[in-house]
């Protein structure tokens, strides 16, 4: 193990992945050496190792990078695209929808678009409503397209690691606030599958959903419940979609109780349709409605005051469990 920072840990699983296999390549706005290395350096030092031809630089243009990485991903390659901001993909949403999560099936199985596409966002940060969106829901509402959010330097690896590798487009969620957090991560290979949840912490009387940066204070709120005899368990989702469904009615059938802890707008969110599986599956079996805790229906604030009464806490999580728990 050493200690980096997530944004460190992302590009050990780019260059490590490069070193690997010579068909993966990264492409976006400065991602090379001579414009930097990318906003917040995940490719650094990249282009210098690996050669200009497969770490390219791109023009201001969401379209032309996501439609040069398709199109290379059909060819052959393993191309790892960067959207600076999330907020931006909306720019690229053709290219996304319409043709990289359709082809496989409208090809009868024949071409696979092996693509990542890396993107980042997070609010909290004061960068205002076209920059801190979290809009997980629309892609994970797209059918062939795979959503991953790490929430540890060491997911970020591993899970990046594997989007590289998987043979469907991945869409890998970075927070503009966790890429300089630090924690542990593995050296060498480290591949953690998608579409499994990680069961943080075991417990018996409710269970707690979350994924990206509301797990730093899901982890926290947990182990203070902890100390007054309240056992909590604590899933990260790390993949969206595919969701695993299994680790979480497994969970709930157990502890009864459910509260959903995600950073986006709670209005048809991820939250919602977790919360309607464990309503479908598990209605008669659970001792309370589930809980959801999301940013309510409005576009992210500029002012740091307004942006902090929008966002998740320590306080609204625990309120959210003790409604659970009566």
């Not at 993966?24 to 210098?48: F, N, Q, Y």
Request: glycine fraction near 8%; charged fraction near 20%; include cysteine.
């Amino acid at each position: 193990m050493i200690k980096v920072t997530a944004a460190e840990a992302a590009r050990m699983a780019i260059e490590e992945a490069m070193a690997a296999d010579p068909t993966v390549i990264a492409l976006g706005e400065e991602v090379a050496d001579p414009e930097g290395g990318g906003i917040r350096k995940v490719t650094k030092g990249l282009s210098t190792r690996f050669g200009a031809d497969r770490v390219k630089s791109t023009p201001i243009s969401e379209q032309a990078i996501m439609g040069a990485a398709v199109g290379a991903a059909i060819a052959g390659m393993r191309p790892v695209a960067e959207i600076m901001l999330m907020n931006f993909m909306t720019l690229a949403l053709d290219q996304l929808v319409n043709h990289a999560a359709k082809i496989r099936y409208m090809s009868g199985g024949a071409t696979s678009v092996p693509l990542t596409v890396r993107t980042m966002t997070g609010a909290g940060r004061s960068l205002g409503g076209q920059h801190s969106d979290m809009v997980e829901a629309w892609l994970a509402h797209t059918p062939g397209l795979k959503v991953v959010v790490p929430s540890t330097p060491a997911d970020y690896k591993g899970l990046l690691y594997s989007c590289i590798f998987d043979d469907d487009p991945c869409v890998f969620v970075e927070n503009s606030i966790h890429l300089s957090a630090r924690g542990d991560v593995p050296v060498g290979l480290h591949a953690i599958p998608l579409g499994k949840a990680h069961i943080v912490r075991p417990g018996a009387d409710v269970t707690i959903i979350s994924y990206g940066r509301p797990m730093d204070d899901v982890k926290k709120v947990a182990e203070s419940l902890g100390e007054e005899g309240i056992s909590v368990e604590v899933i990260d989702l790390r993949t969206i979609s595919p969701l695993d469904e299994a680790a979480i009615l497994n969970s709930v059938a157990k502890t009864k109780r459910a509260v959903i802890v995600h950073e986006a707008v709670r209005s048809f969110g991820v939250g919602a349709e977790i919360a309607a599986r464990i309503h479908e599956h598990l209605f008669g079996e659970l001792a309370a409605p589930v809980q959801r805790l999301g940013m309510p229906y409005t576009p992210v604030p500029f002012s740091s005051a307004l942006e902090k009464t929008i966002l998740w806490s320590p306080e609204k999580i625990t309120a959210a469990i003790r409604k659970t728990l009566g």
